[in-house]
């Protein structure tokens, strides 16, 4: 069955270096997401891309992320300035359509950690 | 604007016993509503989806919910538990509209399944 699939598993980072997070979402999906999850608090969306642009984000989704599709394949998540609260489980999602018509598939997430 | 509230956040039963996890949920649009199941180390695995059709959802591994329009819920049940329902379990929400497949969800619901 396909997956979705992240890497690293878990990232260990100092404050202030930038970090890119990978996904590869199942293979004839078109929509792909980004959320993550701060430790004890509720999963929260991040950004939504479509059609090589992003389709939504959020307020927390700010200057300092940014998402590409460098090939056919790969979906990334870039922090640029890494702060201490950026420490959190990122979990990567795919689709086939949106607008709730098809579920989403998760990846099973990458833990990063801000010293 | 859209809300999931998990009444539990842990709930514990004995194997062979009934599972009832709560979710309500407030939305401005008709929602669709999902539950996932999250093993530890593992992705969010749907368990079932409500998109307007059928009230009662049948999903995976014997599980079930039932959308009440009139209660704004959505709870998940299942007759007899098993030792591997033991997981995290997450009350989740698409709002539709212009929403580009933004889920929004609730804080989890830990299940513990005593022998």
């Known amino acids: 069955e396909p997956e979705v699939t992240q890497t690293p598993s878990h990232q260990v980072t100092q404050m202030g270096q930038e970090v890119i997070l990978r996904c590869v979402p199942i293979?004839?999906?078109?929509?792909f997401y980004w959320y993550r999850q701060i430790l004890g608090q509720k999963v929260e969306f991040l950004v939504s891309?479509?059609?090589?642009?992003?389709?939504?984000k959020s307020e927390i989704f700010d200057d300092q992320f940014s998402v590409e599709r460098p090939d056919g394949s790969n979906f990334t998540l870039k922090i640029r300035s890494t702060k201490l609260e950026d420490s959190a489980m990122y979990f990567c999602?795919?689709?086939?359509?949106?607008?709730?018509?098809?579920?989403?598939?998760f990846g099973p997430g990458t833990r990063l950690t801000v010293t | 604007a859209q809300s999931v509230t998990q009444l539990d956040s842990h709930v514990s039963v004995s194997e062979g016993t009934p599972v009832l996890l709560r979710c309500n949920y407030s939305s401005s649009y008709s929602p669709s509503l999902f539950w996932y199941v999250q093993h530890p180390n593992k992705g969010l695995q749907l368990l079932l989806k409500?998109?307007?059709?059928?009230?009662l959802v049948k999903g995976i591994n014997g599980f079930e919910a039932e959308f009440k329009k009139s209660e704004t819920s959505f709870h998940l049940t299942k007759p007899s538990a098993h030792m591997s329902d033991a997981a995290e379990y997450f009350c989740v929400a698409n709002a539709g509209g212009t929403s580009y497949g933004k889920l929004t969800f609730g804080q989890g619901t830990i299940l513990t399944v005593h022998p």
């Open positions: 293979s004839n999906h078109l929509y």
């Open positions: 891309f479509y059609n090589n642009e992003i389709s939504e």
């Open positions: 409500y998109t307007s059709a059928a009230t």
């Open positions: 999602a795919s689709s086939g359509a949106h607008r709730g018509l098809r579920e989403q598939y």
